[in-house]
């Protein structure tokens, strides 16, 4: 057992290092520091960059641009990112419909898929939940019939994480209503949100802020080589997708630069100095410093290309409580100017960044619920870790 | 960077657990509790012979050289079987005195005769009212012709009713709350003004409070420099700290494991009580107790050695936070899970229950070190 980097890894560490220093722009980098909306343009725009280097798809099987990098380098990669305030990648085409489309698309699929997503050309998004299928998502009803060389789809998805930036959506869709299972008759769909019969609308957060959607579908034409592995079989997909999607929910290197800033405002703010607050800081500041090594000897077994089981969703659990708790304690340090959040004369003075606190606090309640609630997370390793 | 243990360690692991299995189970170890002794003088003898007294010690004394991760790996098999015998005082706390701050003779005398299973220790540091403060320290050594005298009162020594020698800190200079001033002394136990009374903890190990009278000790009884005893009270203290969070480690793995075997099997209702959900997430939680202190026990056992004070004090009172927590919130579950039958003694989930809530505050609660965190965090 070494815990240290090797002058290998050390020197891959300091290459991605000053890579960042060199490309990343300064404009959505003190964006994503101040924790302002990023545009799709300027999450596009970062994506595009990593590729062009050839670091987007790490994971990914080297013939499609993966870069086989160790676990520890993957790791190293995702630090450095983080700490410096490189914009999140969208995780709904690389670390989602790609890992599919590897193991499920046919040879046409990828070939017509995979480069786009891996260039950035378009923007993924989620097509999962729906207003009666939440945790229990197998209870969804978007129907797709098949009408010749294409689907019909009708119904409604929601909280679909930026969908008004999305160019194509992949859906969990209902093929088969009358099957005894429920988990049987749901097919695997990829649409292009140019089709005609699509309507996307906001949902406003309780942080007022636009970030999910209801999507809805009115007898939208999919054509038929859409479908991703047999019809009928979407949920043997959506279960090996959803593996990948907690994976990245628990970003320890965002965590770490969110800590970092607490202590920043904190000592700014006095707090350091009173114990009740520091008891608090340190709690999370430990569990965190936890996470990061139960993170990486999970990242060790998961050496070999085994797709991630439960453990990630212990990974989620604790990586998200420590979001939770980093931004209540960062809401804490505004103290009464925590509040305010607009003016009302557009031309105010104003502190921007105070201003993030509270509506930052709101939004990150998010986390512990979505990509399956922890609550679902803890079913599943009950079930699966502990055979219960 | 890598999480893997080497075959060396993979078969220390391996024999050790394998003795254990066999020789420690929770039947022997109830006839070893109950001795006069409290612990057993072939059990040790064992360890001696497997050499497992010798990990951490330099291979001219006849030791085996190992890391502090061998020594986790030691901690935590024994937290698993609970095991009641002198270690963590002999080789942890003693032992580690005699080779980090010994002098070449002292080391000579001690560590082959220690590694042999021919010599215990214990570490005599706490005295009424000092609470966890290392500095407070009242006993004191008066110089006297070639030597020293010792005057003081040390309370709780962990296994000092059984220690051949006793590693004491006493004031040679200061105040009774400086840093500055306190030495070490290595006294023998039976030495003439050394009176010792032994306790047997509810955690099952033993402990001694010892009155020093006029205890009368030569030139050579000095453990490193004279009033400069501090850093390595604080070093070796902290050395220790790591391995009791290895052994929290084991014992949470036992309490883990038994829980989970019991919500499969008990039985009412007409199913096993691990079919009810408000069960299965609280069990969820004990898994997650474990594996996160595990990982800080790893970076504790890893960094403990570092040669940087600062950092080794943020690192082990971090583990400590965590592992005093995890010791809690298992230990507590545990016993609730269980129902009644986590509450009677017959039941090795009660003795894990009364050890992880020791181990809890060993060396320092967990308040205590969410304050040292902080400090070194400035």
Redesign the interface.
């Known amino acids: 057992m070494d815990l240290n980097y090797s002058p290998e890894e050390t020197a891959f560490r300091d290459e991605v290092r000053a890579w960042i220093e060199a490309n990343l722009p300064s404009e959505p980098r003190d964006k994503v520091l101040s924790y302002g909306e990023l545009t799709k343009d300027e999450l596009l725009g970062w994506h595009k960059t990593l590729a062009k280097k050839g670091w987007i798809a790490p994971h990914w099987p080297r013939e499609w641009g993966g870069t086989d990098w160790t676990v520890v380098q993957r790791y190293i990669f995702e630090e450095e990112c983080g700490a410096a305030g490189c914009p999140p990648i969208v995780p709904f085409g690389v670390r989602m419909c790609a890992p599919v489309l590897l193991r499920f698309g046919t040879d046409a699929q990828k070939q017509r898929f995979l480069p786009r997503i891996y260039n950035g050309d378009d923007f993924w998004v989620q097509g999962y939940s729906e207003p009666g299928a939440g945790s229990d998502l197998a209870s969804l009803k978007t129907r797709a019939v098949r009408d010749g060389d294409h689907y019909v789809v009708t119904g409604q998805k929601i909280w679909t994480t930026l969908g008004h930036y999305g160019d194509w959506i992949f859906c969990l869709v209902r093929t088969d209503p009358k099957t005894e299972k429920r988990q049987d008759g749901i097919s695997f769909l990829l649409v292009d949100m140019k089709s005609p019969g699509i309507t996307v609308r906001p949902i406003v957060l309780l942080d007022q802020s636009r970030e999910v959607n209801e999507v809805f579908f009115d007898d939208v034409a999919v054509p038929a080589e859409n479908l991703v592995h047999e019809e009928n079989k979407g949920w043997t997909v959506a279960k090996f997708l959803l593996g990948y999607e907690r994976m990245g929910t628990g970003n320890i290197a965002v965590c770490k630069r969110e800590l970092a800033r607490v202590k920043e405002l904190a000592a700014r703010a006095g707090l350091l100095d009173d114990p009740r607050f520091t008891d608090r800081l340190t709690r999370v500041e430990v569990e965190l410093m936890a996470l990061e090594i139960t993170n990486l000897r999970f990242l060790d077994q998961l050496r070999g290309g085994r797709p991630p089981g439960a453990e990630v969703s212990l990974l989620k659990i604790k990586g998200t409580e420590i979001q939770q708790a980093l931004t209540e304690l960062m809401m804490q340090t505004a103290g009464p100017l925590a509040p305010i959040f607009r003016p009302v004369a557009p031309d105010a003075p104003f502190d921007a960044f105070t201003a993030t606190l509270f509506p930052r606090y709101c939004n990150v309640r998010k986390a512990t619920i979505y990509a399956g609630s922890n609550e679902i997370q803890r079913n599943i390793i009950a079930k699966a870790t502990l055979g219960l | ?5 080497s075959d060396e ?1 993979r078969l220390l692991s391996d024999t050790l657990r394998k003795f254990l299995g066999t020789g420690y189970s929770f039947d022997a170890r109830g006839k070893i509790i109950a001795s006069p002794a409290g612990f057993s003088d072939d059990v040790w003898a064992a360890l001696a012979e497997m050499g497992i007294l010798s990990v951490p010690f330099d291979a001219v004394y006849g030791g085996f050289g190992g890391t502090t ?1 061998d020594m986790l790996i030691v901690f935590e098999a024994f937290g698993e079987a609970l095991v009641v015998e002198p270690y963590l005082a002999t080789v942890g706390l003693g032992g580690r005195f005699v080779a980090r701050g010994g002098s070449a003779e002292q080391r000579a005398r001690i560590l082959p005769a220690l590694i042999q299973g021919k010599h215990k220790m214990a570490f005599a540091q706490t005295e009424v009212d000092a609470r966890w403060d290392l500095r407070r320290v009242t006993t004191r050594a008066t110089k006297s012709g070639d030597g020293w005298v010792l005057e003081g009162d040390k309370r709780a020594v962990l296994h000092g009713g059984s220690a051949d020698t006793l590693v004491v800190s006493a004031r040679t200079g200061g105040a009774s709350d400086d840093a500055r001033g306190i030495s070490l002394f290595l006294v023998e136990r039976t030495a003439p003004g050394v009176a010792v009374t032994e306790y047997r903890g509810l955690d099952n190990l033993r402990l001694a409070n010892v009155r020093l009278s006029g205890v009368r000790l030569g030139r050579d009884a000095l453990l490193g420099t004279e009033g400069e005893g501090f850093g390595l009270v604080e070093e070796v203290v902290d050395y220790a700290t790591a391995l009791l969070c290895a052994e929290a480690v084991g014992a949470i793995k036992y309490a883990h494991d038994a829980t ?1 075997d019991y ?2 099997t008990r039985r009412q209702f007409g199913v096993p009580i ?2 009810f ?1 408000a069960l ?2 609280r ?3 004990i ?2 107790s474990y ?6 026990a ?2 504790a056992c ?2 403990v050695d570092t040669a940087d004070a600062a950092e080794r004090r943020r ?1 082990v009172s ?1 583990a400590k ?2 592992v005093a ?1 995890a010791a809690r919130h298992v230990s507590q579950e545990a016993v609730q899970l269980h129902g009644g039958m986590g509450m009677t003694e017959e039941l090795k989930i009660s003795h894990t229950f009364r050890r992880l809530t020791m181990i809890a505050q060993a060396f320092g609660d967990a ?1 205590h070190h ?2 040292r ?2 400090a070194a ?1 400035r």
């Open positions: 960077m890598n999480f893997e243990y360690q991760i989970l919500l499969k691990g079919s959900q299965q997430h069990m969820v939680d898994l997650i594996e996160q202190a595990r990982s800080i790893c970076l890893v960094k690192i971090a936070i965590k927590d308040d969410l304050a965190f902080a965090s």
